[in-house]
């Protein structure tokens, strides 16, 4: 028996012609700060060919690394679809990485060409002389003059670079699994580690972004992608939009909460994409400045925690649905999704809305206790999730080949370190990161839910909790609270909130009062720097 199928390879440059002529009209709008620039997917699909046809030009060959150093704008669409569609590989580097680790992970990567924002130049500009494999240097939407470039390197201005370049590219046939984009992991807990997705991975993930359970945007809906291009394969956005025919609003460097609700206002965005610290500055915002946004009809929230106060606060004040995903870089990213299941309603739907979603066909997923036995999913028992399927890493990138660690890797799956539980109908409960968990005498208590929960509080912006060493239990929670705006609240008073929601054993006794929580490159709570600051002995502790 055979199977009769065409043998039709999984390819980017498909979906970019696609996207450029059957959504031709869809458009990618950049906020410039008091306005928006807006063109069209035709506009993509014509510049997409003249930046390839520049690119192989500059010796950039199939399986050659080419870095982007740029927000999220028309531009750096345009990147995201031609690097893939010629055969090279995008590597979208994080510009908020710390010196060391941008100038690591350009060089762990090999990228010949780096294409940069002319706003990040003074900063590029301290990196370059240690970026080893550069060869070429594209300055976009500034003025190449403004770099000094080391003997060797070429500068060129991006306009110039593709102006006269004809606009039909002659994309290659690839094999699916060719490599087409890569990304580092943003290093919250550890060295920043290279995923390599294929045109496979980022095709079926793709269709999993668009499906009925996954983020379900259509060419309906203009999304505003928050989310940088570099953090986690950019949440797969950008070829679900360009597979969707969905129109973009892209913030550029415009990513605090009065300009975001500007250009909200401005373009009407019905889906957006985005941390939770991003809806919590846009949620103040609101409350201070109040602002119909109920056009902005679902939001897709996560890599970490989303309290459910916010869900809350958003659905019920401004209209507005988060959805709860949860994914890492190297799941490309996305996981499980937040949909309540059929026939749950009221409390019950909003019990399912705040675990981590459910998971799809895509994503195998088990939960495997410290001894290494595979957990029933009982929505009881929990241990460390270990997950499987075609757009989940298999192996870390090296220039030597595959690293398979076993630390993250277990028989063929991903060890997520995350530790969690799942129900019977496939819900994901994450309690925390492994690294945060709480030992306590012996039990385990959860860094999430402490937040969570203290997060509730109406006197309360932003709550980070972190195990601090005690003689006597090992470690005991320390609640890191950041007030609202000209709210006040004692330690004593917070403690007493969250008294009828733990055990009485679990009631953190140490607390400090802080005016930012740490962040880290991406936007989460930076319990690295968190806790050094408490070794330090830099945080006022009150003890109850
Ligand atoms: P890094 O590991 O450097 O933070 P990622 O952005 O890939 O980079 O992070 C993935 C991790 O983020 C997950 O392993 C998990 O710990 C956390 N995370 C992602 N989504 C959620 C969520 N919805 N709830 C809690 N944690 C989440």
Redesign the pocket.
Known sequence: MFSTMQDEQLSLATLLRYAASFHGDATISTWTGDGVRTSTYRDMGRDAAKLSNALRELGVGVGDRVGTFMWNNTEHMTVYAAVPAMGAVLHAINIRLFPEQAIYVTNHAEDQVVIVDGSLVPMFQEYLPKMRTVRHVVVVNGDPATLTVPEGVQLHSYTELIAAQPDTYDYPVLEEHSPAGMCY??????D?KGVVYSHRSNWLHAMQVLSPSGMRFSDHDTVLAIVPLF??NAWGLPYAAMMSGASLLMPDRFLQPAPLLQMMDAVRPTFAAAVPTIWGGVLAALDAHPQDISYLTRCV??????PPAMMRAFEEKHGVTLL????????S?L?SVGHPPRGATGEQEWEYRFT??RFPAGVQARIVGDDGAVLPNDGEAWGEVEVRGPWITASYYSPEGPMVDPEKFDDGWLR???VGKISPNGFLT?VD?SKDVIKSGGEWISS?DLENAVMGHPAVAEASVIGVPDEKWDERPLVAIVLKEGATAEASELREFLSDKFAKWQLPEHWTFIDEVPK?S?G?FDKKRLRARYADGDLKVVTL
């Open positions: 992991t943003s290093g919250t807990t550890g920043p953090h986690a929230v996560g890599g970490s925690a989303v709860h995903a949860w994914g890492m870089t190297e799941t990213p996981g981590q979603g997520t370190g995350d994450l990161r999430v880290t991406v989460k």
